[in-house]
């Protein structure tokens, strides 16, 4: 499997797959794991993109925090890590008008779930996946299949942590793999569209 998202100098898929779910709870409205995130994005080797008039990132001298742990090969990754957090923020604005749908028995049961320390990783992305079929059959076929899909994962993830704030961590990294695993092709192909 070719680690690079295009032809040339590109991202790694994990590191894509972090800035479009990191991305993506940045953009989320009414969220209670605001403080969560922002020790998640002090953790990860990615930019923290921050959305526009996020009041409370405001620094005292006036700037907007940013935070780039890793530089990583700056050949145009700039671009890329910004056209990444474009489409995270178009997913989220199309998720708070689809979040409503997600029965919140789903919800509670999997972040009883997630809270079980000796699930295996592998054990809660099956529980993801589980979850997300449950979705899947109910849910209006208005959408393409695999965006779909990417939707409804994101989404859990979003309601998981804002059900469990101190769930965050490990929804993030659960929902990464599990996009990694199940979605990718998906993923890239919606990278390289923006890129075209």
Known sequence: MDPQVSNGSGLQDERITDLLVFGFLQHCSNC????????????????????????????????????????GPRIDSESQEEIIHNIARQLAQIGDTMECRIPPTLVNRLAAEFMNGNLSEEDRRCRLAAAL????????????????????????????????????????????????????????????????
Not at 149 to 170: E, F, W
């Open 133 to 196: 079929d449950q979705l899947m059959q109910t849910f209006p076929k208005d959408m393409e299949t695999e965006k779909a899909k990417l939707m409804l994962t994101l989404l859990l993830a979003k309601k998981v942590a804002d059900h469990s704030p101190s769930l965050l961590q490990g929804v993030f990294r659960t929902t990464v793999n599990f996009i990694n695993q199940s979605l990718l092709t998906y993923v890239r192909n919606l990278f390289r569209n923006e890129m075209d």
């Open 32 to 71: 209670n794991f605001h403080k969560e995130l922002k020790v998640l994005g002090h953790e990860l080797p990615i930019p923290a993109f921050l959305p526009e008039g996020h009041d409370d990132e405001l620094q005292t001298d006036g700037n907007r925090y940013s935070h780039v742990v890793q530089q």
